[in-house]
């Protein structure tokens, strides 16, 4: 007779419970393992068949349940056998569930081009890329130097705004208008390019 534990866990057989395990040396202890396995796959199988719509696994995911119980060690130390157990379940059911959900989303990525898996790029992409940062780079030159500063502090070296503030002795409002101003700049230039081009 199967009960029913807090969360519609399957629990082991009650007159299996009211046996104790042999004390058991270590996880590693044989006869201690195959008495775990004796009283646990059969509700471990029913956990994982409720939770999971492909059944065929439930074999695997509980080996995964006692091999990492042999991982733990000492099991004599542990009160609650039947709540341990089924946490290292759930955890491992969630560990299978991340796993799935990763290969799932491999599964519908669309193939690489050979030009960027060889890191390599055509003659066109190369020459618009390099008219870009030098449109970009003009357009900075056309700042006011306190404003390319603070614009070079900020994007370049990753000073925040609080020490760029600091360092040129300005209130963060005021940094924050150099830095609107310089961005609505680069935009506006960068549109200009493009429509022009």
Known sequence: MSLQCQGGCTTVDASKRERPLKKMQSARD??????????????????FERRMKASFETEDLAQEVFVRLIRQGNMNDIRHLDGYVFQIAANVLRDHARRWAVREEERFHAPLSDDLLEGGFSPERVLLGQEAIERVIAALHELPDKTQVIFALYH???????????????????????MSRANMHLLTKLRESEESG
């Open 156 to 178: 370049f070296e990753s000073v925040s705004q609080v020490e760029i503030a600091r360092r040129l002795n300005m209130s963060i409002n005021t940094l924050e208008k150099h």
């Open 30 to 47: 044989i006869s201690g393992m195959e008495q775990l396995a004796a009283r646990y796959r059969v509700p471990l199988r029913r956990f």
